[in-house]
């Protein structure tokens, strides 16, 4: 059995926009901005430390504002804050 040459698949149109995405994009933003100042206003007690000192202390610093954002992606995408 041949697929007709002419057939094409049923057109899914898109999801249509809401406004979770552009309000969660500005939220995750003041969550950077945030998690920037904090780690900025430690900058002068970081300094003095040794260098192997502040090295877990930034690896920290730049992974863990990941995680509070897990459930504001959620968010965005379902509407509920748990998946």
């Not at 500005?26 to 970081?46: F, K, N, R």
Request: aromatic share 14%; net charge positive.
């Amino acid at each position: 059995m041949t697929a007709d040459p002419n057939s094409k698949p049923p057109h899914n149109p898109p999801d249509s926009p809401n406004w979770r995405q552009p309000f969660g994009m500005i939220l995750i933003l003041a969550v950077i901005l945030l998690w920037c100042g904090i780690v900025l206003s430690l900058l002068d007690w970081l300094s003095a430390l040794n260098f192997w000192l502040q090295l877990p202390i930034y690896i920290f610093a730049g992974i863990a504002w990941i995680f509070p954002l897990k459930p504001l992606l959620i968010w965005m995408n379902t509407g509920k804050f748990r998946s």
